[in-house]
């Protein structure tokens, strides 16, 4: 039969089938040797072992249409990154490394400021302005007070959608609130492998409505961008992209005379603290292929 990994931990899969429903299973050898990991997200032709305990084993995994290192998810229409507008103070070096880490992996990103009760109407502002022209759609929630909620869900509507962002954003209290069935109906796994419901330690996909999907991801608290070389960096921005006649082909927009980048930055068009974030990010790239 055909099912979807909704979660995997310690080596086992639980698939979530049509029919018969969830499935604790294990993966077979063959994916070891061949350095194929299931993920969840992953639609696989499972057999059952054990149906009385709903135990079987994965022999196959379909086709991937995508899948993602971190957060390790396979299947995924777009992320919905999700920050503190404040308490914690967003961390926004962090969420442009997601950003370059999504861009680069032709992920569809949508930005979600929570905690928006706790911000003032300045900064919330302040943060729409630095991510309005990135080519993310930008979203402000109070998970508390229950605002923002109906825009979350037309963005997820009729897709499979990866949460990601740091711990203590209240990225678990929006799942709850967005998914409150689907926490009740995996409370049975929760028990079984004696983790707590509220911490998210392991990616967990919900299923909304027959096509819409949530998956839950763990919280990152760093980001590296050393998969890549500094050439690639600039493309991973896409507000530079209207700003690429430069004087110099191939100018890298850090110190080159002639920038049309650097002269869409001193007109206002490009925001200036996520082009300091790109130079940052650069200089770290540079970095590493000179050592």
Not at 136 to 147: D, H, I, P, T
Not at 196 to 224: I, K, N, Q, V, W
């Amino acid at each position: 039969m055909q099912g979807k990994i909704v979660k995997g931990i310690a080596g086992f899969y639980y698939v979530q089938t049509a029919k018969s429903g969830v499935y604790e299973c294990r993966a077979k050898g063959i994916f070891r040797k061949e350095r194929l990991k299931p993920l969840v997200g992953d639609n696989v032709e499972m057999t059952a072992v054990d149906e009385a305990a709903r135990e079987g084993k994965i022999d196959k995994i379909l086709p991937r249409k995508n899948a993602l290192i971190r957060p390790a998810v396979a299947n995924i229409d777009q992320t919905l990154v999700i920050f503190a507008a404040a308490k914690p103070k967003p961390n926004l070096n962090l969420l442009d490394r997601f950003l370059v880490a999504m861009e680069r992996q032709d992920v569809r990103c949508v930005i979600c400021f929570n905690k928006q009760d706790a911000a003032s109407e300045r900064e919330c502002e302040k943060l729409r302005a630095v991510y309005e022209n990135c080519g993310c759609r930008v979203l402000f929630s109070s998970a508390l007070m229950g605002q923002g909620l109906d825009g979350i869900r037309e963005i997820l509507k009729g897709k499979t959608t990866a949460l990601a962002g740091p711990s203590g954003v209240g990225k678990s209290s929006l799942v709850n609130l967005l998914a409150p069935e689907a926490r009740m109906e995996t409370g049975a796994i929760s028990e079984k492998i004696e983790r707590g419901r509220h911490t998210t330690r392991h990616a967990e996909l919900f299923a909304l409505d027959g096509d819409t999907f949530l998956c839950d991801t763990p919280g990152f608290s760093s980001l590296a961008v050393w998969d890549m070389e500094k050439e690639e960096l600039k493309d991973c921005f896409p507000e530079f992209l209207p700003y690429q006649d430069c004087r110099f082909p191939g100018c890298s927009h850090t110190h080159e005379p002639g920038c049309a980048v650097k002269e869409a930055l001193e007109a206002g068009k490009i925001s200036r603290l996520r082009y300091e974030h790109y130079l940052a990010m650069y200089e770290e790239l540079k970095y590493k292929k000179k050592y």
